[in-house]
């Protein structure tokens, strides 16, 4: 997994370790929940939402 995102320093840096997105992601894919209802053990859900929306632009 780790060969499909851009490794190194590019502008911002992320509060939440891709790591913590990905799980998140995961979560949200296996229960069906909303995506404002992500628990509080993951990042909020809008940097969630947002990379997962940006993989999925990137057909990864």
């Known amino acids: 997994m780790k060969d499909h995102f851009a490794w190194g320093k ?3 840096i992320s509060k939440h ?3 913590e997105r ?3 992601v995961v979560y949200i894919i296996t229960t069906g929940f909303p995506w404002r ?3 509080k053990d993951f990042p909020p859900y809008s940097p969630v939402q ?3 929306r940006r993989c999925r632009i990137k057909e990864i």
């Open 17 to 19: 370790q891709k790591k």
């Open 10 to 12: 590019y502008g911002n």
């Open 37 to 39: 209802m992500l628990p």
């Open 22 to 24: 990905v799980n998140g």
């Open 50 to 52: 947002s990379f997962y």
